[in-house]
């Protein structure tokens, strides 16, 4: 695999994380006790803090761009393996063989 397709495989990953971890650790005004600006949103975060949420992001989409990578390269789960519209052809071979055996 090219160095170019593992950046764009990471930066999907990276993407991806960055909205799995922002809500954590976030809090509203009314959580952490600070009065509210008129017009402001109830859900409005207090403690937003975007560089701790790219740190973790970055954490995550590195590991889960390994993950992907030593998978690719191993071929432990292809596409195949999780394909469960159509069976593969020896499984829908051996069904066939039982239906035909119980039919007798």
Same mark, same amino acid.
């Given at each position: 695999?090219? /160095?170019? *397709?593992? !950046?764009?495989?990471?930066? !999907?990953? /990276?993407?991806? *994380? %960055?909205?799995?971890?922002? #809500?954590? &650790?976030? =809090?509203?005004?009314?959580?952490? &006790?600070?009065? !509210?600006?008129?017009?402001?949103?109830?859900? %409005?975060?207090? @403690?937003?803090? #975007? &560089? =701790?949420?790219?740190?973790?992001?970055?954490?995550?989409?590195?590991?889960?761009?390994?993950?992907?990578?030593? @998978?690719?390269?191993?071929? /432990?789960?292809?596409? *195949?393996?999780? @394909?469960?519209?159509? #069976? #593969?052809?020896?499984?829908?071979?051996?069904?066939?063989? !039982?239906?035909?055996? *119980? @039919? =007798?």
């Amino acid at each position: 695999m090219q /160095w170019t *397709s593992v !950046l764009a495989i990471y930066l !999907l990953f /990276w993407v991806m *994380s %960055a909205f799995l971890v922002m #809500p954590f &650790g976030i =809090r509203t005004h009314r959580e952490t &006790g600070e009065e !509210l600006i008129a017009g402001q949103a109830d859900s %409005a975060p207090a @403690n937003f803090r #975007p &560089g =701790r949420v790219a740190v973790r992001a970055s954490i995550l989409a590195a590991i889960l761009c390994a993950a992907f990578y030593f @998978n690719y390269e191993q071929g /432990w789960i292809t596409a *195949s393996d999780i @394909n469960f519209i159509s #069976p #593969p052809a020896d499984i829908v071979k051996e069904q066939e063989l !039982l239906r035909a055996a *119980s @039919n =007798r």
